[in-house]
């Protein structure tokens, strides 16, 4: 079931070494109140939760999964793998992601979403970004279900511009996608975020690449009061 939510505002930061995804950030984000955009890194950031694009097994080996690991230590892979272990069966679906406590009080979680299910694949003709971006935000959801108020901020890279070899352009919009797609929308499983987004982001090939495409409500939505 997808309900809405009411809820206090989150604080995004969008952060990325690559010049050409934070200059399309600010093109995609340009209407988007509450984003901050910068060019860093995301170890920079302080924040409640990072996000970490990673692969179907949680392996933190490249990308900037190995750079937050050099960060935090081979601990949170441990932690990475055995949520996905416990609440996934050992291999997280693209379109569904872990927060895990980071050890750290900066920050004091990571959440890891899969863009691809190994590791150094091309998903620049994929969903994947949107789907990812979607997950990452609801697992925010459902941190701040078990604990109100636990993540109020949360920093985010270029998901797919490196090793997944998606365009700027395309990332950009996509993650204002998943974003727009968190503050509407929360989901009662990972299953309903999936087929959602799907449905209607499955002729996408066929869009203009620097057009945005906004999620609309299923059909079966109530309001929570």
């Not at 994929?126 to 109020?152: D, P, Y």
Request: with cysteine; glycine share 8%.
């Amino acid at each position: 079931m997808t309900v809405n939510r009411v809820r206090q505002p989150l604080r995004v930061v969008l952060t990325d070494i690559n010049t050409k995804v934070v200059e399309a950030w600010r093109a995609a984000f340009a209407d988007t109140p509450g984003i901050e955009i910068r060019k860093g890194s995301i170890l920079d950031q302080r924040v409640d939760a990072w996000v970490s694009p990673t692969n179907s097994r949680g392996r933190m080996d490249g990308g900037v999964d190995a750079i937050i690991k050099r960060d935090l230590g081979a601990g949170i892979q441990l932690r990475v793998q055995r949520a996905i272990r416990d609440r996934f069966d050992g291999r997280l679906p693209v379109g569904s992601a872990v927060c895990v406590p980071s050890g750290a009080t900066n920050p004091k979680f990571l959440i890891s979403t899969p863009t691809m299910e190994g590791s150094a694949q091309n998903v620049s003709e994929t969903l994947n970004v949107a789907l990812a971006c979607a997950a990452a935000f609801q697992a925010i959801h459902m941190q701040n279900e078990r604990a109100a108020g636990s993540i109020e901020s949360v920093a985010l890279v270029g998901m797919g511009a490196a090793t997944g070899r998606v365009s700027p352009r395309v990332c950009a919009n996509l993650m204002w996608t998943g974003h727009t797609l968190f503050n509407d929308f929360s989901f009662s499983d990972y299953d309903d975020l999936r087929n959602t987004v799907l449905a209607q982001l499955d002729d996408i090939e066929n869009v203009p690449e620097e057009k945005r495409v906004r999620i609309e409500p299923p059909k079966r939505t109530r309001s929570r009061r």
